[in-house]
């Protein structure tokens, strides 16, 4: 594994470990890339909300100095990248980028946790049989990849649908279809298969294979030692050995450019 795109820090209160020590794991794991995706903040209309689950917006100069630091610091070890995650929320981007200006930043993966400020909307993990929920999810992911915002959609099979498995796989198989024509990898996401989450999923990953498209892993850091765990990430290779998924692996930004 050559680069990981998916590492958060502890600013979005679920994570561990500073950010040094994510970059010595990534090069003791020998790492070429590292990008770091914290949850990103959002300006909401609530001013009275705090999110429990990403950057406030205060912290966000102090994570581009402490990362545009390391990634100093670091430079004839391991090129760092510096991005967020965050869910495509056209209502609110205006804003986001608003509170963006300026920074150095890289590059964003779009992890669709909910259609709308997590105050007012329906996470995405949490099991339903709304087809319409699963409609809008699988809408506003292709919408987001559309956008050009995006490095590539985090976890595509999050959503937690229950209901008729027909009606799940016409859906996500559009959003499987649509990542095929951009040339955006579908995510193997090793944290969610280390920790027997429902993602990656085989019954979305058997629509991939079928759909023709390619794969890429992200490790989803929340710890440094999970950048070490080769164990998990020979795991995630073997499964898109099994489903017949070519990997992608390499400097995504620059090819981009």
Not at 127 to 142: M, N, Q, S, W
């Amino acid at each position: 594994m050559i680069a990981n795109y998916h590492t958060h820090t502890k600013r979005c209160q679920h994570a561990t470990g500073e950010d040094r020590e994510y970059v010595e794991a990534a090069i003791e794991a020998g790492l070429k890339i590292l990008g770091f995706a914290d949850h990103c903040p959002w300006v909401y209309p609530d001013k009275n909300f705090v999110s429990g689950i990403r950057l406030a917006p205060s912290e966000v100069d102090e994570y581009f100095y402490s990362l545009e630091s390391l990634k100093k610091e670091y430079a004839k070890d391991i090129k760092i990248y510096i991005g967020f995650e965050t869910e495509h929320c056209p209502d609110m981007i205006p804003d986001q980028d608003k509170l963006l200006e300026g920074y150095p930043l890289d590059y964003m993966l779009c992890g669709q946790h909910f259609l709308g400020a997590e105050y007012v909307s329906f996470y995405a993990g949490r099991p339903h049989g709304d087809e319409d929920f699963l409609k809008r999810y699988v809408d506003t992911a292709i919408d987001g990849m559309n956008s050009g915002r995006y490095l590539y959609l985090a976890h595509p099979d999050l959503v937690n649908f229950t209901g008729d498995d027909e009606v799940y796989r016409s859906h996500m198989r559009r959003l499987c279809e649509a990542l095929k024509q951009k040339n955006i990898p579908v995510e193997i996401n090793v944290l969610g298969l280390w920790t027997g989450r429902r993602y990656p999923g085989k019954r979305f990953l058997e629509l991939a294979k079928e759909t023709g498209n390619s794969a890429i892993l992200g490790i989803d850091a929340h710890a440094p030692e999970q950048i070490l765990n080769a164990e998990a990430i020979r795991r995630a290779q073997c499964l898109c050995e099994e489903f017949e998924l070519p990997l992608v692996d390499g400097d995504l930004l620059a090819e981009n450019n």
